[in-house]
T-cell receptor
Framework: RKEVEQDPGPFNVPEGATVAFNCTYS??????FFWYRQDCRKEPKLLMS???SGNEDGRFTAQLNRASQYISLLIRDSKLSDSATYLC???????????FGKGTKLSVKP | EPEVTQTPSHQVTQMGQEVILRCVPI?????FYWYRQILGQKVEFLVS????????KSEIFDDQFSVERPDGSNFTLKIRSTKLEDSAMYFC????????????FGPGTRLTVL
């Protein structure tokens, strides 16, 4: 079983749509969780950390369910600039090494 | 805003040649990482480095790979004898503490092995 699994997409949505991404992780000892964004042929950039209580940053809402080992990202009111690949990331071990999912590609159309 | 830089942006080499990929982490950061991303694949952890030594490495990071922080600013990844399957994007990252703060990634070096 892959350590971090995501639906690869692509998700093709119109501007203004709400879109949800899901992610599962296999290692119950994982301690920290993130969503990164990666534009084509660019480096990953942190979008937001994910906390057990859930957290929101503008149009973005992240949720964590430790019991189900499930992480989600909700994007409301999608913009053209949201088009990217969204990477679910967990930290495994004590050295802060990031373990990435393969990513979910989002394409927002006018 | 401080940023991680990497050179070169693109390196083309012949199979069997040695390459050195260079990174300059953010100046007050203490933990350094190399990741790679084969085209179309996920980002994979290679190695973490702290206090002038490797703190953890993945199964990908075999004897052909080495890392060094030669002068307190640069952080290098050396591949001794490149293989075709080493062709990938290599990202350097740094973080100021291991308390799960944001890892800042460099723009990457695209390595093409012919």
């Amino acid at each position: 079983r892959k350590e971090v699994e995501q639906d690869p997409g692509p998700f093709n949505v119109p501007e203004g749509a709400t879109v949800a991404f899901n992610c599962t992780y296999s290692n119950s000892a994982s301690q920290s969780f993130f969503w990164y964004r990666q534009d084509c042929r660019k480096e990953p950039k942190l979008l937001m950390s994910v906390y057990s209580s859930g957290n929101e940053d503008g149009r973005f809402t992240a949720q964590l369910n430790r019991a189900s080992q499930y992480i989600s990202l909700l994007i409301r009111d999608s913009k053209l600039s949201d088009s990217a690949t969204y990477l679910c990331v967990v930290i495994r071990g004590s050295q802060g090494n990031l373990i990435f999912g393969k990513g979910t590609k989002l394409s927002v159309k006018p | 805003e401080p940023e991680v830089t990497q050179t070169p942006s693109h390196q083309v080499t012949q199979m069997g040649q040695e390459v050195i990929l260079r990174c300059v982490p953010i100046s007050n950061h203490l933990y350094f990482y190399w990741y790679r991303q084969i085209l179309g694949q996920k980002v994979e952890f290679l190695v973490s480095f702290y206090n002038n030594e490797i703190s953890e490495k993945s199964e990908i990071f075999d004897d052909q790979f080495s890392v060094e922080r030669p002068d307190g600013s640069n952080f290098t990844l050396k591949i001794r004898s490149t293989k075709l399957e080493d062709s990938a994007m290599y990202f350097c990252a740094s973080v100021d503490s291991r308390s799960y703060n944001e890892q800042f990634f460099g723009p990457g070096t695209r390595l093409t092995v012919l």
